[in-house]
């Protein structure tokens, strides 16, 4: 009894002690330990500990929106399959489904279900973190969160536009955020935050060689920007690929970078870019390296838009490039869903497929990847049924990680189009009378079987057929007749009896000619095929209007059409300014003043 | 700034003295809030440090070794401090600074006691840690390591930075593999994972930027076996560094100039064989020792790798014959060799010339 009494007195006389040492503490001191509380624990309620069903593998991830979008990596989401259970501090157990992936950023977008008023990060503005910044990881490392209470890891920011080579073969971090903040296996796809507690990153690699797969005080998270720029791509549940300008860039002996090979039919070479030419800017950064030109090339998307600076015997060019995809869709689909028609779900995964030079592993190794990146040990992916609520918003389709959330995106984005105007019952001809801006009349008659223009020059028709592959007319106008057909067909048919019609994701607006570039407006954007050419459809995010169509036909530039000025027509907006583009050249710029658009005949 | 104020005085004179006065009350409150801010000061001092931390290429790249280390300026003139590892094993040592400026460097000396070298590039004006002013460090003082560790940064791209803080400053009880350390001294030994592939010659700094030390190589724990954080302190390695910049080292060109005595030593005369010289810079390894020669009563075998004759570094068989060259054949020489991991000093001397 009297051990117990000195016991109680010295935990006693311990915790007095405590108090009065807090009492000295500077009130400052005081002040930045409470919001450093207040900060994680708003965080942690963002965190998702993700399992693999059956328990047997799993990750980290991060919640973006209310309505349960949540960031990963794909490494992490390879593992687990299609539906994953997630944990969150609440203790709550989400079911979740895949929605899309960037193999070669090792990103993944998931949906937790369930819910409408998720806890959601912020997105911060990753080109503002600088080497010093406090950061913290929350996550799942060593998959702890058995109760779902995530793990917090407080450090620094050790580097930032980091430049990691692929490892295995697509995994390639770009323009990443090095931290010393602990990164261990089962932190991947989790949220790196900054010091106020804004989404700055995910977590998915670290330098692992020697030591075994914990942490060496170096943890690599994909740039929140990056992500944003590639968002829109992922919520299309596409498998998505990065890009490439078309040409290959080496550093001189002078440090200059200058490209040392470079492709003829790809857009960059369209736009004057040859062989020895120096890398001056590229996305808006100075090009001093090779990794600063690779970093920059890895934050976008394919076909998006990029400013690029070249210089040629100390002449200065500025030039906007269109990007290549990195691989053939048929290669990537192949090395992240397999060869053939066989859809997912595969419970080998064969990720990563070995070069075609290198000899085909048993089938019965393990699966290794070459890369040192935190991945627990991954389940069968699949192994469990996949329950109800996630199968009804789960859909497989070659190229897809779930198509089901491309109908979900094309319907939103058609819903806000059809909403300003719709045009289904529009099925007679079109007459679209106005001025050039270079002087003279111009009118645009379009049915479901013939375009025709009449400007000064004459008037051209094209039959619409199954063919417009050499449909061009009129000449240097990259092919206008075709063009307007098929922004008709869209406006009148709408994206499900369009044909071949899907949503692609998101690609900055491009500026009108001559306005001051400033950060890029991202657009929802369609892809669609039709009379064996390809259209892409640009809504403006403003207000959902159709802002910009262009039609490819291959190894050439796009003739685009740029409508604007919009405004009612017989209760309709309807765009009063349409200006057509090909390669770097207006083609023509027509003020539409008188607009009849008839309704079919009734069969 | 003057731009703006002039635009405004032609522009509404009478409005001046308000827009002035509250431009600088902003700008007073941006500069003051920066500088209560941690995180801010932290930057600056981050950014002043790594133009002070060079990458080092050289001789590696196989079986695990890597090919780079760290470094950091101590000298305006380039003056480089680093660790003494196979890395430096090379006449093509590359030296990139922060600002991607490439050098080749020259190897002033090494001294493999204390595992440091100290190379040279030839610039100017250069940031630079000044080791007389480097401090000390208590323990659970607040540290940050610079380093290019894993080899994370090429060109001009920063070094990395960690941070940490000094657990305890304590004899160094450790490993490399199977062997005991050469440097036993005293160590910072760190709680952040700063001693990395790569990392080794990095700068271990004060939350001020103040030099406490330098990250060394990779070693294990002789009594737990687990990887060793770790920064020599500076006060531990300035006499070495001093005594290479001197030249005492390794023989400067300028000593070229020094009269060879006329009858010098010579490996016969001491009774020591070098395995046969066959590259351009074959390590001086004992090949034999001939019976009843000065080596074999002072102990040298074969296998034994000579780094240091007379203090002097030698790097090669053509370097170790050179050197002799400069010693009179009846004054006596230290030798030393590294044997199985440790240093080992001989003294010999040539027997007395017969008539």
Known sequence: MRQLVSLFAAVVAVSSWANVARADVDAAVVKAEADRIAVVAKARDVAVAVFAPGGQGGGSGVVISPDGYALSNFHVTKGSGDAMKCGMADGRMYDAVIVGIDPVGDVAVIKLLGRNDFPCAELGDSDQVQVGDWAFAIGNPFLLATDFQPSVSYGIISGVRRYQYPAGTLLEYTDCIQTDASINPGNSGGPLFDAAGRLIGINGRGSFEKRGRVNVGVGYAISINQIKNFLGHLKSGRIVDHATLGARVASQADGRVAVVDILEDCDAFRRGLRYGDEIVRFGGRDIRTVNAFKNVLGIFPKDWRVPLTYRREGKNYDVVVRLEGLHSTEELISKVQGKGAAPQPQPDGPMPEPAPDAPKAPKIQPKKQGGPRPRPAVARPNAAPMPKEVKEVFETHRGYANFHFNKVERSRTWGRAVARGDFHELTGPWILKGELAAGGDAELRITDVLSSVTMPGGKLELPINDDLKNATDPPGSGGLLAAISIWRRLLVLGPEKFGELTYLGTVPLPTPAGAQAGPPVLADAFIGYVGGVEARFLFDPKNGDLAVVEVYRDGDDPCELHFSDYSEVEGRQFPHRLEVRYGDAVYAVIKLTDIKLEKGEAK | ?355
Not at chain 2, 27 to 37: D, K, M, Q, T
Not at chain 2, 215 to 244: C, F, H, M, R
Not at chain 2, 247 to 265: C, H, I, M, N, S
Request: proline share 4%; with cysteine.
């Open chain 2, 1 to 355: 700034m003057q731009t703006l104020l002039k635009c405004f005085l032609t522009a509404r004179p009478k409005i001046i003295p308000f827009r002035l006065l509250a431009m600088m009350a902003t700008l007073a409150f941006c500069l003051v809030a920066n500088s209560n801010s941690a995180t801010a000061s932290l930057r600056q001092v981050i950014a002043q440090t790594q133009p002070k931390i060079v990458k080092i290429y050289g001789a590696g790249g196989f079986q695990g070794l890597e090919a780079y280390q760290s470094g950091m300026l101590i000298s305006a003139e380039g003056h480089v401090l680093t660790v003494w590892s196979y890395v430096l094993d090379t006449d093509e040592i590359l030296v990139v600074l922060d600002d991607g400026r490439k050098f080749k460097a020259k190897l002033m000396g090494a001294d493999p006691r204390s595992e440091l070298a100290v190379l040279k590039i030839e610039a100017d004006d250069l940031a630079h840690f000044d080791l007389p002013a480097a401090v000390q460090a208590e323990s659970g003082a607040r540290v940050l390591a610079f380093s290019n560790l894993f080899g994370v940064a090429t060109g001009d791209e920063p070094a990395s930075v960690q941070h940490g803080h000094v657990a305890v400053k304590s004899q160094l009880e450790a490993r490399r593999g199977v062997f005991d350390t050469t440097y036993k001294g005293a160590v910072y030994i760190l709680d952040a994972m700063t001693n990395n592939p790569g990392a080794a010659g990095g700068a271990l700094t004060n939350g001020e930027g103040q030099l406490l030390g330098m990250l060394g190589k990779e070693l294990k724990n002789s009594l737990n076996n687990t990887w060793v954080n770790y920064a020599i302190p500076v006060d531990q390695i300035t006499k070495t560094v001093d005594d290479i910049r001197t030249g005492k080292f390794v023989r400067q060109t300028a000593d070229e100039l020094e009269k060879k005595p006329e009858k010098a030593l010579n490996l016969e005369l001491l009774g020591m064989v070098l395995v046969p010289d066959v590259l351009e810079r074959t390590p001086p390894f004992v090949d034999a020792v001939r019976a009843d020669s000065p080596a074999a009563a002072a102990g040298l075998r074969a296998d034994d790798l000579v780094l240091f004759v007379n203090d002097r570094l030698v790097q090669s068989c053509k370097a170790m014959i050179s050197e002799l060259e400069f010693i009179d054949r009846i004054d006596p020489v230290k030798i030393t060799v590294i044997r199985d991991q440790d240093l080992v000093d001989v003294n010999l001397s040539a027997p007395a010339e017969k008539k």
